[in-house]
């Protein structure tokens, strides 16, 4: 697998979709904004009386949701795997796709949850008691369950995260919610790509998006400049990994 193929790609991809037509883009920057920006306004808010309050608050939701669902919308056409970035027309059909994935990533993160409130909850619960009666070893097997909790939550979610990935792009081909649970077909297309090519290719790819994250948090601290830089940077994110991942998809054939 060309990997370094598989990047400059992602990075073109991406470059034309924000940079090629710049109502485009200004539009994605302008709905990462809203999705991510409303929720911390809450707190601005605060000061009004409750009738207003309340208005403001389930208008600051629905915009951060429904700007959410458009964005996850587009990525849902860009798994597609158009030859050109697709442009953000039917904003209804945009956000309708947008459930879809939404549907699809809580699914597949329900596993990673139970993990974490069983064993979760087992440990904070026997630290609560263990701290009543003081009880040392009692203490340190609550502090070992959740600690085992945390180390199989977390092998859970990469197992998951590498079925899920290529779930989502499996949805947005079929156009269907249930193709995307078709566990036995994605195992097939991952034993087709190769498994060690495949793996590889996640790690690039959680890589490159580590960097990324890293880099919108050192921005974050700059006054303007940071939020500036953090609405470019996360669409860029968005349409970077759904390309990648649409590209990865078809590096083999689709049982």
Do not use: K
């Amino acid at each position: 697998m060309d990997y370094g193929g598989l990047l400059t790609d992602s990075v073109e991809f991406t470059r034309a979709a924000l940079t090629g037509d710049l109502r485009r883009g200004a539009a994605l920057v302008i709905l990462y904004a809203l999705a991510t920006s409303s929720l911390p306004a809450l707190p601005l808010v605060i000061p009004f009386d409750r009738v207003l309050r309340f208005a403001a608050i389930a208008i600051l939701v629905a915009v951060s949701l429904v700007a959410a669902l458009v964005l996850n919308g587009y990525a849902y056409r860009v798994y597609r795997h158009p030859r050109t970035p697709p442009d953000l027309d039917d904003p209804v059909g945009l956000a309708l796709a947008g459930v879809r994935l939404l549907v699809v990533s809580v699914a597949y993160l329900l596993p990673v949850l139970a993990v974490l409130l069983i064993f979760g909850g087992l440990g904070v619960t026997g630290i609560l008691a263990s701290g009543q009666s003081q009880d040392m070893a009692a203490l340190l097997s609550a502090l070992a369950t959740l600690g085992f909790g945390v180390l199989l939550a977390l092998i859970v979610w990469v197992v998951v995260g590498m079925i899920s990935s290529l779930a989502l792009v499996r949805c947005a081909r079929r156009d269907g919610i249930r193709e995307a649970f078709n566990v036995s077909a994605i195992l097939e297309h991952i034993g087709r790509i190769g498994w060690v090519n495949y793996i590889v290719a996640l790690f690039v790819l959680w890589i490159v998006l580590g960097i990324a994250y890293v880099a919108v948090g050192i921005f974050s601290g700059l006054p303007v400049i940071g939020w500036v830089a953090g609405i470019v940077i996360g669409p860029a994110i968005l349409i970077f990994a759904a390309r990648y991942l649409s590209l990865v998809y078809d590096s083999a054939p689709a049982p």
